[in-house]
């Protein structure tokens, strides 16, 4: 499994988000158009997420490759996930600190980074969000493009691999029996 690829590909989101950031800081393009890109760029990942995961799991079956190693990669693949979407609500942030009611006040950018770090992490993880709350119809897309890209991973995923594997395995043989008698 090529786990490079996959930080490379959310790198270049999160870079892309950092890039917001900075349009938004250097006020090259409006507070709808940036609001707008950031939602666009989330819903990009978050199909790529789905199409990616797919071809990962036939990949996995196709090549019998052990579960652990598939586990590593659904772990990067969290991992960069959590940071992603933390770059999402960072710019959102930083585009409208009305977006995220609750945030703290007066932080430098590294502590805030680490603030939507935090947040992202108990979204993706279903936890809630206890003293920071998405206030604008952009936080509260971007928080369910992320509960959906947990639902993709856990669910679809991680819950049932197994089953899933046998399963896929299953149709296989049936098909080549079809073709075969």
């Known amino acids: 499994m090529n786990y490079r690829e996959i930080?490379?590909?959310?790198?270049?989101?999160?870079?892309?988000?950092?890039?917001?950031?900075?349009?938004?800081?250097?006020?090259?393009?409006?507070?709808?158009?940036?609001?707008?890109?950031?939602?666009?760029?989330?819903?990009?990942k978050l199909f790529t997420l789905f199409f990616q995961s797919y071809k990962k799991i036939m990949q996995v079956i196709d090549q019998n490759v052990a579960f652990h190693k598939f586990l590593i990669y659904m772990t990067i693949n969290i991992a960069v996930l959590i940071t992603s979407f933390a770059v999402d609500f960072?710019?959102?942030?930083?585009?409208?600190?009305?977006?995220?009611?609750?945030?703290?006040?007066?932080?430098?950018?590294?502590?805030?980074?680490?603030?939507?770090?935090?947040?992202?992490?108990?979204?993706?993880?279903?936890?809630?969000?206890?003293?920071?709350?998405?206030?604008?119809?952009?936080?509260?897309?971007?928080?369910?493009?992320?509960?959906?890209?947990?639902?993709?991973?856990?669910?679809?995923?991680l819950s049932d691999f197994i089953s899933l594997k046998e399963s896929i395995q299953e149709a296989k043989n049936e098909n080549k029996e079809k073709k075969n008698g």
């Open 7 to 44: 930080i490379v590909k959310y790198l270049i989101v999160i870079v892309l988000g950092f890039t917001i950031f900075y349009l938004d800081d250097r006020e090259v393009t409006s507070t709808s158009f940036n609001t707008a890109l950031v939602l666009v760029i989330a819903a990009v």
């Open 90 to 157: 960072f710019c959102l942030y930083n585009i409208d600190p009305s977006n995220l009611f609750g945030m703290p006040q007066g932080l430098g950018y590294p502590e805030l980074f680490f603030e939507c770090v935090y947040f992202s992490m108990l979204g993706f993880n279903n936890l809630g969000f206890y003293d920071v709350v998405p206030n604008s119809l952009a936080t509260k897309v971007l928080v369910m493009f992320e509960i959906m890209s947990y639902f993709i991973t856990i669910v679809f995923i």
